[in-house]
């Protein structure tokens, strides 16, 4: 029944701006835990921003802060990712997860996407 959908990947040049979009079905987004996740070629896969809470607690790595955004519409069921300065380290397959209830970025989530490839370069 969960689903998760991501879009808005793509490449763009070092300090451009993507913003993805998680839209989520079979669920009430307000009682997830909901994140972004990113996993690069030869590197573990890592909490980028989450909403830990339903009271909307919010967590990002520390690369990310001042950077990137996570912002969710319940009207509409999706979460977003406003990634601005982008830097070719930032460059990873990103996933959308979520988890019922209360959960840390930094633990398992239990719902995945399929992924979207953000590939900064120059």
């Known amino acids: 029944q969960v689903q998760l959908v991501e879009s808005g990947g793509g490449l763009v040049q070092p300090g451009g701006s993507l913003r993805l979009s998680c839209a989520a079905s079979?669920?009430?987004?307000?009682?997830?835990?909901i994140g972004w996740f990113r996993q690069a070629p030869g590197k573990e896969r890592e909490g980028v921003s989450c909403i830990e809470s339903r009271d909307g607690v919010l967590y990002y790595a520390d690369s990310v802060k001042g950077r990137f955004t996570i912002s969710r519409d319940n009207i509409k069921n999706t979460v977003y990712l406003q990634m601005n300065s982008l830097k070719p380290e930032d460059s990873a397959v990103y996933y959308c997860a979520t988890a019922q209830g209360e959960r840390l970025c930094s633990e398992e989530y239990d719902y995945w996407g399929q992924g979207t490839q953000v590939t900064v370069s120059s």
């Open positions: 079979g669920f009430t987004l307000d009682y997830y835990a």
